[in-house]
């Protein structure tokens, strides 16, 4: 297949993340490792990320013209991405809890990890795509189990979405598609410090929140949505 980038498919890896990043250091070009399974695969904050009966492990190793500064833009173009993808191959509506969360029903189906420094960035982005007896907050994209060509094509998708995103530029980042697909925005949140309606995504990838002392902006961490629609 004549990509940007080079693929290479694996049997059972630690992470994908490593994977993508060992594999590229012999190559110039960007880096997509595609693996069976996981046996250390990692979510955001150190989480362990708990393997289905069948998912999609996939990490993307590249080096980004992105500005530092704009590297939590990266994660949201990456939720409009891996969406657009899982929506072009199965039928089910997804929604992004703020910032990278991608949600069918209010549960969790998938979840973006981006690790890096300076321009080098890894990008994994893992599948909940079947599962016959999920976790109490997850879900899966399928009823059954996929025929392998799925699992292929559903990350080459979001890695061409997302190098199409990236190539337009931190300034033309999917703000309203990923507002359109928001399911953080009007819902009650909640931190460390306090909480508030969620209101709007500034031009940032920041969370607009209304709090009783007044509106602010949550650009970094972990906000937790209660289950309310107030
Ligand atoms: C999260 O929701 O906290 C992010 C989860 C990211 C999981 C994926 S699976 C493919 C890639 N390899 C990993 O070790 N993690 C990411």
């Known amino acids: 297949m004549d990509t940007p980038y080079d693929i290479v498919r694996l049997g059972t890896v630690e992470s994908t993340q490593d994977a993508?990043?060992?594999a590229r250091a012999s190559s110039t070009r960007a880096m997509l490792v595609i693996a069976d399974s996981q046996t250390k695969g990692r979510?955001?904050?150190?989480?362990?990320?708990?393997?289905?009966?069948?998912a999609l492990y996939?990490?993307?190793a590249l080096d980004s013209v992105w500005p530092v500064v704009t590297r939590a833009l990266i994660t949201l173009c990456t939720a409009v991405a891996l969406s657009d993808a899982i929506e072009?191959?199965?039928?089910?509506?997804?929604?992004?809890?703020?910032?990278?969360d991608l949600?069918?029903?209010g549960k969790k189906v998938a979840g973006i990890l981006v690790e890096g420094s300076g321009d080098e960035i890894t990008i994994g982005c893992g599948v909940n795509l079947w599962w016959r007896s999920p976790m109490d907050f997850a879900a899966a994209v399928l009823d059954d189990r996929p025929d392998d060509g799925l699992i292929e094509r559903l990350a080459i998708a979001w890695v061409d979405?997302?190098?199409?995103?990236l190539a337009r530029g931190p300034e033309n980042w999917p703000r309203q598609p990923y507002l359109d697909r928001s399911w953080t925005v009007g819902r009650t949140v909640r931190w460390?410090?306090?909480?508030?309606?969620?209101?709007?995504i500034d031009a940032a990838g920041g969370l607009?929140?209304?709090?009783?002392?007044?509106?602010?902006?949550?650009?970094?961490?972990?906000?937790?949505?209660?289950?309310s629609e107030d």
């Open 20 to 22: 993508a990043r060992a």
């Open 161 to 165: 979405n997302l190098l199409g995103h």
């Open 43 to 54: 979510g955001r904050q150190g989480r362990v990320w708990v393997e289905p009966d069948a």
């Open 192 to 200: 460390d410090e306090g909480s508030g309606k969620a209101l709007d």
């Open 58 to 60: 996939s990490s993307l």
């Open 208 to 227: 607009i929140v209304e709090t009783p002392s007044g509106i602010i902006t949550i650009t970094a961490g972990e906000v937790h949505t209660t289950r």
């Open 103 to 105: 949600l069918v029903r």
């Open 88 to 100: 072009g191959e199965a039928d089910v509506r997804t929604e992004i809890k703020w910032p990278n």
